[in-house]
């Protein structure tokens, strides 16, 4: 009898708990199951494919030596493990649990249907720290560190399974699907995913907490392992335990060896905690992917976005420098950093007051390590609608001082602007006509003026939000959200056993 081992974000053999335990029952079947009808929607892209694509390749490679390569189908899942049930004796089918968007959420629905029909156990250990069925959050640490700290797991040897056809790997996983080039892209699969690893952990990753807000100095002190994790060709335990084993070395050396590292490495596992932090948010509760936390917030922007901003924002045209300059590094490279990121989002929903959902699923599309859990989570808590984070509104001048002094990386991204000089490069629409005739960059003409007065902008939606904020209806929704979603350093309980206080500091912002 088989085990089938379905491959959904984990593409990896190592410490992959369902194909190992899959493995103590029995043959197994590894199988990719390529979706159109999740390639249809509209947070996925092209450039998600191309990144899992040769992830499958390292995958099938690695369960060849195994002993049994890869299979792939193409097709809705239901189909696709109903024909193989219908050819195979099937035992058991595993895979990790998944913490996707709806589409997958009503798919594995359809699958647990089918399994249960046909009485054939399905089997969902956990990946992350994410706990399914969590109510709240007391407790929720000790969970994450004892997965993460638990031994991992080693690769199996596979028996090989007789009479089955490999089947291939398309170029593309749904016919309709356009063209995404991202040619600045990451690479996928299991070699690429190590060598980001141990590259961060022994040599870029020193000055991390120093340069990881710079977009120029981000982009290699930073791990960049999210694409990975968010694949999953590395577990989250794999680079967890090798921060520690890490920073213990890095404890025995001398002070003038050990440099920055210490803080650095400390500062990057907080990270860790974060990325299942913010999945367990859309886990617990799906409808984050649609609505905003805080329904007192509805309302607040008009759901449909006015285009022209939209279409400015998407394309790298609004006028603020650094802004566009973001945006078009990110349709390049598929990859921003953490502070732009948040930026980014923050001036959609502030500045241009556009509701959070449109410019949430381009991002989502552009971020080759698209995640749902942390992506919609982030997505609300820079656009104020959570209810229990300070409301953070990026100024576009003051981050383009702070973080690109020379106008360097603004340059780099905005060819039209290569001209014009460090005193007007962050505000280049404030340039006497003379300057800008000498520069030969005409704003209007080679370049846009802000599509708004960011300041005013700003001061119109603290306003707008805060007024929302105040009412009893939105003070009273928001401690039942922090009570289910906050973080807590340490469990804090109430005389009536409720948690208290948001901990706005431990959250990401
Ligand atoms: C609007 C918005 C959308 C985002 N969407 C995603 C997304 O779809 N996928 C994604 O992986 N991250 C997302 N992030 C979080 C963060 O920006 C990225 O994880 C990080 O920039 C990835 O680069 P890195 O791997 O070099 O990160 P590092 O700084 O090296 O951090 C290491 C790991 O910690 C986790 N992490 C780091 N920062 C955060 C954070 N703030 N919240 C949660 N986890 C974090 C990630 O898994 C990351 O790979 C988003 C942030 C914002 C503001």
């Not at 998407?314 to 650094?322: R, V």
């Amino acid at each position: 009898m088989l085990q089938v081992v379905w491959f959904k974000r984990d593409l990896r053999v190592q410490d992959n708990e369902a194909l190992c335990r899959a493995a103590e029952h029995g043959p197994v079947l590894p199988l990719y199951i390529v979706e159109p009808g999740l390639w249809r929607q509209p947070d996925m892209s092209g450039r998600h494919w191309a990144f899992i694509r040769e992830g499958l390749q390292s995958l099938n490679r690695e369960l060849a030596q195994l002993g049994q390569p890869l299979i792939i189908r193409s097709g809705a899942a239901v189909e696709v493990l109903k024909a193989l049930l219908h050819r195979h004796p099937v035992d058991g089918v595993w895979s990790h649990q998944e913490t996707g968007n709806a589409w997958t959420y009503r798919r594995d629905e359809a699958v647990a249907d089918l399994l249960r029909e046909r009485r054939i156990p399905w089997h969902q250990p956990r990946q992350h720290g994410v706990v399914r069925g969590q109510l709240d959050r007391d407790g929720w640490s000790r969970q994450w560190e004892a997965l993460m700290t638990a031994p991992r797991f080693t690769p199996p040897i596979l028996q090989a399974v007789a009479e089955t056809e490999p089947g291939g790997l398309p170029d593309r996983p749904d016919h309709g699907m356009p063209d995404d080039p991202c040619p600045g892209r990451q690479y996928g699969g299991r070699a690429a995913a190590e060598q980001a690893l141990h590259s961060f952990l022994e040599q870029r990753g020193a000055r991390y907490h120093l340069e990881m807000s710079s977009p120029r100095t981000a982009s290699s002190s930073c791990s960049r392992l999210s694409a990975h994790l968010a694949w999953g060709t590395l577990s989250m335990r794999e680079v967890l335990q090798a921060t520690r084993r890490r920073r213990a070395q890095v404890k025995q050396l001398a002070p003038a060896q050990r440099g920055t590292w210490g803080r650095a490495l400390a500062a990057f596992e907080g990270r860790l905690h974060w990325h299942c932090h913010f999945m367990q948010k859309l886990e617990s509760e799906p409808r984050f992917e649609f609505e905003n936390m805080q329904r007192a917030t509805a309302g607040l922007r008009d759901e449909q976005c006015d285009p022209i901003r939209l279409s400015a924002w998407k394309t790298g045209h609004t006028g603020w420098p650094l802004v566009d300059a973001c945006m078009r590094a990110l349709a390049h490279t598929g990859w921003i950093n953490f502070r732009m990121r948040a930026m980014l989002m923050s001036v959609a929903s502030y500045q241009l007051w556009l509701h959070w959902r449109e410019p949430a699923l381009h991002l989502a599309g552009q971020f080759v390590d698209y995640e749902p859990g942390i992506h919609y989570s982030q997505a609300q808590m820079q656009s104020g609608t959570t209810g229990i984070n300070t409301l953070r509104i990026y100024n576009p001048v003051k981050q383009s001082l702070d973080q690109d002094p020379d106008g360097i990386f603004i340059r780099t991204w905005l060819p039209e602007l290569g001209g014009v000089d460090r005193e007007w490069i962050h505000t280049p629409w404030l340039m006497p006509e003379a300057d800008q005739r000498k520069c030969g960059v005409l704003i209007g003409r080679d370049y846009p003026a802000p599509l708004v007065d960011h300041e005013a902008a700003a001061r119109f939606a603290r306003q707008q939000i805060q007024q929302v904020r105040r009412t009893s209806e939105a003070r009273s929704e928001s401690r039942s959200i922090y009570d289910r979603h906050g973080s807590r350093k340490r469990p804090q309980r109430s005389p009536r056993g409720k948690s208290q206080q948001p901990d706005l500091f431990n959250d990401g912002s």
